[in-house]
């Protein structure tokens, strides 16, 4: 691989991380793939496949993420599935920062793709770092609610 296709392969993989929002004191939100996932050993991280953390409202609800995508219709209205699904991703990508569009342009693509069942060209996660201890309890029981495992290494815990 020459110099150039290596530089343009490093600015692609360094446009696929993308921090969504960052709360002080209580956590912060990265969509990121796993090459460029490292732990910071201090907090305890998770890692949620970006597919299944879509699908996640005890956790979105566990970090005051908005819940209304899980609740029924108003005035017993039905849902467009489809339409809610995008209309949660691009909730989701709105918190990230203008500061760098690739990296947004790539998450709203890999949302697209996951809308669509479509199959993403990398393993995209959403790592979540907690500095308030109290919700690392409150993660792990909204995790094992929707019935998911996970490994727990070194304070990362990486849904399965």
């Not at 360094?14 to 990121?32: A, P, R």
């Not at 005035?75 to 990230?96: C, H, M, P, R």
């Amino acid at each position: 691989m020459s110099l150039l296709n290596k530089r343009k392969k490093s600015i692609l993989d360094e446009n696929k991380m993308c921090t969504i929002l960052w709360k002080q004191q209580s956590y912060g939100i990265t969509i990121l793939t796993k090459h460029n996932f490292h732990t910071h050993h201090i907090y305890p991280e998770f890692l949620i496949p970006l597919h299944i953390f879509l699908k996640l409202g005890s956790v979105w609800s566990t970090l005051n993420l908005s819940t209304v995508f899980w609740e029924p219709g108003l005035y017993g209205l039905t849902k467009d599935y489809q339409q809610n699904e995008e209309i949660k991703g691009s909730y989701l990508v709105e918190f990230a920062s203008d500061l760098a569009p690739m990296s947004k342009s790539w998450v709203k693509d890999c949302i697209s793709k996951i809308n669509k069942n479509q199959r993403l060209d990398d393993d995209v996660f959403v790592n979540i770092i907690l500095f308030d201890v109290i919700l690392v309890e409150k993660m792990i029981h909204a995790i094992k609610n929707h019935g998911l495992r996970y490994d727990e290494n070194n304070k990362v815990y990486t849904v399965l």
